[in-house]
């Protein structure tokens, strides 16, 4: 009877947290539906598709791992996956150094102007892609506005080449990732009572120093959900890289599109982009580590 009782209680249990959590779950439903069908199915094909050997290797259908082999031995892949890691890091880092000091200005400022720049923000957001690009490819071209202002001030003699480089790309993906940092770091921003930031400085805390050993710790939520959210989206940026960059300084995901759409090597392809994937899991992974660790916060 004790065990009959015991197991009638524990169901009463099961069933009254199933209720407490099915609105949420019935909510979640169609989410994980859709990333079931149209992320997680493609992705392990994907996967599969990268541990087959190529059509031109006239070899049994089994499972190989050739294809990794060959996106660390290959020179341009390689050359290609380093340099996708370096500018994403460099365009992550830019996007911050940038967005930080807008999110507070945005605290400080009278809420009209408030409201007008983060107007601007969504309509840069909301802006075509391509049309950003092609913006900054007048901007940065021979005869461009940049151009013209480094030859009136006497900087340089002549007109620069300053696009169909690295440098032109990591401009265009730090544009491009700015409303990814701004946002996130200013919604932490506004979670934090203004009385701390006074209370250190009334003190004696020097500004900086209040920010530095107050804010900044506090707002680390926002900064981690801006610096993934950018470092993301470069590592698998496509356009903006081909438009601004050049074949010499082609990304990862440039090169797996001529194995797919040139080469039509989906195997090598496709073992570019899980190793691309992986490692991007795997940096976010161990950044959300190191910030708790060094933060002892949840993010």
């Known amino acids: 009877m004790a065990a009959i009782a015991a197991g009638d209680v524990r169901s009463k249990r099961l069933l009254a947290g ?28 994907t996967v599969k598709e990268s541990f087959m050997p190529s059509a031109s290797d006239n070899a049994a259908l089994q499972p190989t791992v050739q294809q990794y082999e060959r996106v ?14 370096r500018l994403s890091l460099i365009a992550t880092a830019m996007a911050f150094l940038l967005a930080y000091p807008i999110a507070l200005l945005l605290l400080q400022v009278r809420p009209r102007v408030r409201t007008t720049i983060l107007i601007t923000i969504f309509v840069s957001l909301a802006s075509s892609l391509i049309v950003r690009n092609y913006g900054w490819l007048v901007m940065l071209s021979d005869a461009g506005p940049v151009n013209r202002i480094l030859v009136g001030l006497g900087l340089v003699d002549q007109p620069q080449r300053i696009v169909y480089n690295e440098g032109a790309t990591v401009i265009a993906l730090v544009h491009y990732c700015l409303p990814f940092m701004i946002l996130p770091i200013y919604g932490a921003l506004l979670r934090i009572p203004p009385s701390f930031g006074e209370a250190a400085q009334s003190l004696g805390a020097p500004p900086f120093r209040a920010l530095a050993n107050i804010v900044l710790p506090l707002s680390i939520a926002g900064i981690f959900g801006g610096t993934t959210l950018s470092f993301a989206i470069c590592m698998s940026a496509f356009v903006t890289p081909l438009m601004l960059g050049s074949p010499a300084t082609a990304m990862m995901s440039q090169i797996a599109a001529e194995q797919f759409l040139v080469q039509l090597n989906f195997p090598y392809g496709s073992a570019m982009i899980v190793t691309l994937t992986v490692i991007t899991f795997a940096i976010v992974f161990l950044y959300g580590l190191a910030i708790r660790k060094c933060f002892h916060t949840n993010v």
């Open 18 to 45: 199933w209720k407490r959590h099915f609105p949420a779950v019935s909510l979640l439903a169609p989410l994980l539906v859709f990333l079931a069908i149209f992320y997680a199915v493609p992705l392990g094909y």
């Open 72 to 85: 660390v031995n290959n020179r341009r892949s390689y050359r290609g996956l380093e340099r996708t890691l």
